[in-house]
């Protein structure tokens, strides 16, 4: 069961949240009837990979030449000194790919809005007690498929239905790993799920 709970929290890291996002919304995109060239897919997809896997990433594998392998606290953000370097980092990051997606679609950019607000508020948190990343960011791309669906008036029950079961999934692996207690993994996803949900709400409030 423990090689499951880390397989689980390999899987859905936060630096691949991103991305398969994006795949959900090239999904749409087709679905629509509505899709992009090859060379708009790359640039999105070479962007996205980029700025909110591979950067981010690279921030926190770290080589323990002692034990010849590699630290893997650090790589799950174990200790709170680790936590700050990596996270600031990674919103800047966030914030260079949310601009990009904002010029290629309005609606994306301000769920992304949301999202930043959220980690902002995750990075301030995380400084005294250590809510879940996994969490808050699996519970981000939950609350952009929500408001993604709010702003379109395209509701996929089913998707929405599944990614709370994955969330579910996600909780028991990361408690179950010791990784956080169930507050901890609770106050991450409801964080990421209500940002880009109240950010889209305001948009419609205040433009629809």
């Known amino acids: 069961m423990k090689k499951i709970a880390d397989i689980l929290s390999i899987i ?21 009837n509505i899709p992009l060239t090859i060379t708009a897919y790359m640039i999105l997809y070479a962007i996205t990979i980029l700025l909110t896997c591979l950067i981010p990433l690279s921030t926190l594998i770290s080589y323990d030449k002692d034990k010849k392998q590699f630290d893997r606290d650090k790589l799950y953000l174990e200790r709170k000194e ?9 919103l800047l990051c966030a ?17 992304l809005l949301g ?9 301030a948190i995380n400084y005294k007690w250590k809510i879940s990343a996994h ?5 981000s791309l939950t609350g952009c498929i929500i ?7 395209c ?10 079961i994955l969330a579910l999934t996600l909780m028991w692996a990361r408690i ?25 709400a305001c948009y419609m409030w205040a433009f629809m």
């Not at 680790?82 to 990674?90: F, N, Q, V």
Request: aromatic fraction near 18%; charge should be positive; glycine fraction near 8%.
């Open 12 to 32: 859905f890291h936060p630096v691949f949240i991103s991305t398969y996002g994006l795949i959900l919304y090239t999904v749409y995109l087709f679905e629509k």
């Open 82 to 90: 680790d936590r700050l370097k990596p996270y600031l980092i990674s």
């Open 95 to 111: 914030l260079l790919w949310g601009a990009t997606m904002w010029r290629h679609n309005k609606l994306i950019g301000i769920l």
């Open 115 to 123: 999202v930043a607000i959220g980690f902002i508020c995750l990075i």
């Open 135 to 139: 969490l808050f960011f699996f519970g």
């Open 147 to 153: 408001g993604f669906s709010l702003l379109t008036s």
């Open 155 to 164: 509701y996929p029950l089913w998707l929405i239905e599944t990614m709370f």
């Open 176 to 200: 179950f790993g010791k990784h956080h207690s169930q507050e901890q993994v609770v106050a991450g996803y409801l964080l990421g799920l209500l940002c880009p949900v109240i950010s889209a």
